[in-house]
């Protein structure tokens, strides 16, 4: 697709940070969830959910949407706030996300709610669920495409290369992997914790054809996207590098903000800066 | 003579056979499919057949991904595999998720033999029974096998374990039988006690009713193939009508057949309970008869049971 007119990508950055705020003020109440993984991904998801996905937020079910999976599922206040947004439940749920009788799990949860494809939280899993999706749609002969949004420390579990043989085997083109790679994970930098670079290079060699993009540029990932999708005969992952926290200064970068929510105090901090 | 069958070669049959009438059937293994049989599903589906490697946790998860399009995947390896290896992956993608995936998984129990107890699952009825929304499944014999499959694409859409063997199971029902998920068979009648037994046990279970009745004792057997949801209200005419109950399986006493019984009599009728199951150890190399004799998994085994909770049930 040709690149936006600048009044879109205006109005995507608009929805950007409409959605910071959401997810801030939402994780203020729950008072728990993971405030920088959910911050990092938001641009990925506007560029989805408001641009690339077919889907219809009024038929959740359409057999011919494309498949999102969350499959960092602790960024699902990000996902819930967009999921609202556009209308797949009642705004009102958001209120109550993490609490007792709510509907909104603390991760995603299929059963319970709407635009949710799977329940995710144990890392490692979606990669694999979204190889299911595209062997279905392949035998449907079906043109849907199927996201998987992974974190950057959640490719340390090893199924995540199970998964990617397997998808390079079947040259699943229709699967495009998205990496948040914030270079966070919650003891701390990636690089000391559990080194997983060479990023591109192990993609590459797994068989995949490797886009990298800022991720918090929201024209970027759409023509990345968009690449993914002239690639055939092999499978795509899009190296979306994210900062943890983007968006609040205070919390940019920071591994302390994994799986914290903000204080009165903070939430007042960020919302200012987000004004 | 009686006839034996492959548990797993009527599985293998079974799903061509279904995969033929209908085309939601698609069948993933992870480099088995020679000895789970899913090789016959291959060659007569290719397109419906998912290869996935040794790579027991993606298979899983593929699955639970077919699944949530509206394919009816049958997910195939050896039990320990299937059950320990992925249990995660089970839980949160398949379980958690509700997804319609049938795990069918060959080699349980000590009659793998040779192998060892790498590869000998006693502890996969326990893993899958502590999951929510999973039944299981272990039928008796082949032809109880292949209704237990057919009764699972046509009639249930939630996840479910079906556990087969290696060695081959004396047949037990004929063509005639239907199998019906939560049910247990009444194979023979009798007051003096119950014996509940599931697999390869429910062979031995009929010798050592036949043995007892030589003694002028008469046993009730109940084939349990379904572990859950189990047949409470069985058990408990079983505890009611009997007074004293063997129960008898190729898996460990912890967290299979005879804990389940435990559970259902232990809250609502306590009778005099003996488990008959590999107590608490891995198994060894060996021919799968001489494990089945060492681990006391023998019709002589439940006769003494027998007896031993009847003189039980008398003291008491």
């Not at chain 1, 209120?95 to 007792?100: G, I």
Request: with cysteine.
């Amino acid at each position: 697709m040709p690149p936006l007119p600048e009044t879109k990508v205006l109005e995507l950055k608009e929805a950007a940070r409409q959605l910071r705020i959401e997810v801030l003020r939402m994780l203020h109440r729950a008072k728990s969830g993971h405030t920088g993984g959910s911050l990092s991904i938001i641009e990925i998801l506007v560029a989805l959910y408001l641009v690339k996905l077919r889907h219809d937020p009024q038929n959740p079910r359409w057999a011919e949407r494309d498949r999102f999976i969350l499959s960092k599922g602790h960024g699902a206040p990000a996902l819930y706030a967009i999921l609202a947004r556009l209308g797949y439940f009642d705004a009102a749920e958001l209120l109550n996300l993490r609490k007792f009788g709510g509907m909104l799990q603390g991760h995603p949860f299929n059963l319970t709610t709407p635009g949710v494809e799977i329940s995710t939280g144990s890392l490692g899993q979606g990669l694999s669920v979204a190889n299911g999706m595209a062997l279905a749609a392949r035998l449907d002969k079906s043109p849907v495409r199927i996201y998987a949004l992974m974190g950057d420390g959640e490719i340390q579990e090893g199924q995540v290369w199970e998964a990617a043989m397997t998808a390079a085997h079947y040259k699943l083109d229709n699967v495009c992997g998205i990496i948040d790679a914030n270079k966070l994970q919650i003891d701390g930098c990636l690089c000391q914790i559990k080194n997983i670079e060479p990023l591109a290079g192990k993609w590459e060699s797994f068989g995949w054809q490797v886009f990298e993009v800022d991720g918090h540029d929201v024209q970027d990932l759409i023509s990345a996207f968009d690449h993914c999708e002239q690639v055939k005969g092999k499978p795509s992952v899009v190296i979306a590098h994210t900062i943890k926290g983007k968006g609040v200064s205070f919390m940019e970068g920071k591994v302390q903000y994994h799986g914290v929510a903000p204080t009165e105090e903070e939430l007042e901090k960020a919302l200012e800066e987000l004004r | 003579m009686i006839q034996s069958l492959g548990t797993r070669d009527c599985y293998g049959d079974v799903l061509v056979r279904l995969g033929e009438q209908n085309s939601k059937i698609v069948v993933l293994d992870a480099d088995l499919s020679c000895s789970t049989r899913t090789e016959k599903f291959a060659k007569a589906f290719p397109e419906r057949f998912f290869n996935i490697g040794i790579a027991e946790q993606d298979m899983i998860a593929t699955a639970a991904g077919l699944a949530a399009s509206g394919k009816i995947p049958f997910v195939s390896s050896f039990a320990v595999f299937a059950t320990g290896r992925a249990w995660d992956q089970v839980r949160q993608s398949i379980c958690y998720s509700m997804q319609n995936v049938k795990i069918v998984a060959t080699h349980a129990g000590v009659t793998v033999g040779e192998d060892s107890a790498t590869h000998q699952a006693n502890e996969d009825i326990a893993l899958m029974r502590s999951l929510p929304n999973m039944s299981i499944i272990v039928p008796a014999d082949g032809i109880e096998t292949e209704k237990a499959i057919e009764y699972l694409v046509n009639n249930d859409k939630s996840p479910c374990y079906v556990r087969l063997s290696r060695c081959k199971f004396p047949v037990v029902f004929d063509s005639h039988y239907r199998f019906q998920k939560g049910k247990a068979a009444l194979l023979e009648d009798g007051s003096d006690a119950t014996v509940i037994a599931i697999g390869i046990m429910i062979n031995r279970a009929i010798q050592a009713l036949e043995i007892l009745k030589k003694e002028g004792i008469h046993a009730r057997l109940l084939n349990m193939s379904t572990i859950k949801p189990i047949d409470q209200e069985a058990i408990l005419a079983a505890a009611r009508e009997t007074g004293a109950i063997v129960t008898a399986e190729e898996h460990s006493i912890i967290g299979g057949l005879g804990s389940a019984v435990a559970e259902v009599i232990s809250e609502h009728w306590p009778v005099p309970l003996k488990r008959i199951g590999v107590r608490d150890c891995f198994g060894i190399s060996g021919d799968a008869e001489k494990l089945l004799t060492h681990y006391g998994l023998t019709a002589e085994a439940i006769v003494q049971a027998v007896k031993e909770m009847i003189a039980r049930k008398k003291r008491s």
